[in-house]
């Protein structure tokens, strides 16, 4: 495909789902890819099937330095950083009167700090080199609310909020990319420990889901844009969900 032979594009939450699922596809179109996560054994298995263009760093999103590193040694590898996709989150989901706070805090710093971390490292680069391109998964949950998704939907509510005044600050040089999926197969929601959520939802499982292949394919077709496009938001819901 065109536009992404040799391009260098970070993806944090790269261990499992739509991020495994992408970054499997891109480095199959030639990209050199950074994989980052915090399960090691998933990002070395990754990197082993994907050749020499491919590296990992341990990488926890909810830490600063984890961030600075991260990005500091994919440039110390492959000289520069095209695409920076923070893509990592956690959905530990519960309705306010259980209160899970600690839960709360896990994803407030997961699914948003980690995201701003993502940018502060990135952006000084891309500026300096005068082109780059910023993704963050939010979620269809940023768009709306519904019961027992509060905190989960406030996170990414918050993404958009924070992506849509990057592109605002950045829009001369920088594309960014906020992308929205729907109910997609993956790990998300493992930590669910909810026992209303769970009833709720029989744990997730049951509602209708895209492949994660679908969402990578939304973020390939971003990514391999022309230079002067910039594809802004991507949308994606299984048939079905509301
Ligand atoms: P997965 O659970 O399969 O993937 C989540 C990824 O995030 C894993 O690679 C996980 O790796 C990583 N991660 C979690 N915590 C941290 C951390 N502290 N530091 C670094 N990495 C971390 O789910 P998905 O692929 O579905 O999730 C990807 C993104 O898509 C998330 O932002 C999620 O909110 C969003 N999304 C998913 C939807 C879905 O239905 N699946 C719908 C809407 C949005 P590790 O545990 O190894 O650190």
Do not use: C
């Amino acid at each position: 495909m065109e536009n992404i032979k040799d391009k260098v594009i970070v993806i944090t939450g790269a261990s499992s789902g739509i991020g495994a699922a992408a970054a499997r596809k891109l480095a199959g179109l030639g990209a050199k890819v950074v994989l980052a996560a915090r399960r090691e054994d998933q990002l070395q298995s990754l990197v082993n099937g994907m050749g020499d263009n491919a590296m990992y760093v341990v990488t926890d999103v909810s830490k600063r330095t984890d961030l600075d590193n991260l990005i500091q040694q994919a440039i110390s590898r492959f000289g520069h950083i095209d695409v920076l996709w923070n893509n990592a989150g956690v959905m530990p989901i519960s309705f306010f009167d259980e209160g899970h706070v600690d839960e709360w805090d896990k994803m407030i710093d997961i699914n948003i700090k980690g995201v701003l971390y993502g940018i502060n490292a990135v952006l000084p680069h891309m500026l300096q080199r005068g082109q780059g391109h910023i993704l963050t998964t939010s979620s269809v949950g940023g768009l709306k609310t519904s019961p027992g998704i509060g905190v989960y939907s406030g996170t990414k509510f918050a993404v958009k909020a924070i992506m849509e005044t990057l592109r605002e600050e950045v829009a001369q040089t920088i594309k960014v990319t906020t992308v929205y999926p729907g109910a997609t197969q993956s790990e998300l929601g493992h930590d669910i420990t909810s026992p209303k959520i769970k009833a709720l939802y029989g744990n997730l499982k049951s509602m209708p889901k895209m492949d994660e292949e679908a969402i990578a394919d939304a973020v390939i077709y971003a990514i391999s844009q022309p230079g002067n496009i910039t594809v802004n938001e991507l949308v994606l819901r299984p048939l079905g969900q509301t």
